[in-house]
C-alpha cells in the first residue's frame, strides 16, 4: 500500500509561484510514475505533469509547459511541482498520484491540496 501526502497548495496573485509537495510512504516506488493531477471547479480530472520515479523523461500538459517543473527527491521519498507563472486558470485542487510502470491507471491518489491563484 502506498500513502501519498500533498503539501504547498495556498493562495496567490497572478504571476506569483508556489511549489507542492508529495510525500510518499508505504512501500517503495522505485518502479512507479508519479502524476499530478488537477481538477478546477465543475471540469473533469486532468493530468499536469508526470515523472518515472527511477528517472526518465517528463511530461507536461500544453496548458503549463515552461511554467510548471517537477521533480522528485528519492531520499525524502518526495515529488515536487514547481508552478510559476501561476494563471487565474491554474486554479484547481492539485493532486498526486501514482501507478505501476506497466499499468494506466493511477493506483493511488493523495487528498489534494487547493491552489488558488487571484487576478
Known amino acids: 500500500q502506498v500513502q501519498l501526502v500533498e503539501s504547498g497548495g495556498g493562495s496567490v496573485q497572478a504571476g506569483g509561484s508556489l511549489r507542492l509537495s508529495c510525500a510518499a510512504s508505504?512501500?517503495?516506488?522505485?518502479?512507479?510514475?508519479m502524476g499530478w493531477f488537477r481538477q478546477a471547479p465543475g471540469k473533469e480530472r486532468v493530468l499536469v505533469s508526470r515523472?518515472?520515479?527511477?528517472?526518465?523523461?517528463?511530461w507536461y500538459a500544453d496548458s503549463v509547459k515552461g511554467r510548471f517543473t517537477v521533480s522528485r527527491d528519492n531520499a525524502k521519498n518526495t515529488v515536487y511541482l514547481q508552478m510559476n507563472s501561476l494563471k487565474s486558470e491554474d486554479t484547481a485542487v492539485y493532486y498526486c498520484?501514482?501507478?505501476?510502470?506497466?499499468?494506466?491507471?493511477?493506483?493511488?491518489w493523495g487528498q489534494g491540496t487547493q491552489v488558488t491563484v487571484s487576478s
Open positions: 508505504g512501500r517503495t516506488l522505485s518502479s512507479h510514475v
Open positions: 498520484a501514482a501507478r505501476r510502470g506497466t499499468r494506466l491507471q493511477y493506483e493511488y
Open positions: 515523472i518515472p520515479w527511477s528517472g526518465g523523461d517528463t
